[in-house]
């Protein structure tokens, strides 16, 4: 069974910086791509940042460039995502992805900051 598990998240003031983890199980991620997405209240999901099976290349939003860095742990099965210099726009429940036929999104971790 695929399941993306998502930590990390909490409250923390602007400035501050926070890492969130996304564990994978019941697939080798290494052969996919693994996105991370975010939602605001009242907003739509947004792609964040992803990075590609081989590592050899990552994607990250306008609005988190020179911020955030993805990256990956072949060893744990785990994606990170580093935040630096949070903003109080960051604000919103972080989802990890993949897919794999289907889509498939763990089931999200709060990030608060606050001005």
């Known amino acids: 069974e695929v399941q993306l598990q998502a930590s990390g998240g909490g409250l923390v003031q602007a400035g501050g910086s926070l890492r969130l983890s996304c564990a994978a199980s019941?697939?080798?991620?290494?052969?996919?791509?693994i996105g991370w997405f975010r939602q605001a209240p009242g907003q739509e999901r947004e792609g964040v940042s992803c990075?590609?099976?081989?590592?050899?290349?990552?994607y990250y939003a306008d609005s988190v460039k020179g911020r955030f860095t993805i990256s990956s742990d072949k060893a744990k099965n785990t994606v990170n995502l580093q935040m630096n210099s949070l903003k109080p726009e960051d604000t919103a429940v972080y989802y990890c992805?993949?897919?794999?036929?289907?889509?498939?999104w763990g089931q999200g971790t709060l990030v608060t900051v606050s001005s």
């Open positions: 990075i590609s099976r081989s590592d050899r290349d990552t």
């Open positions: 992805h993949t897919f794999l036929g289907t889509d498939y």
């Open positions: 019941g697939f080798t991620f290494d052969d996919y791509v």
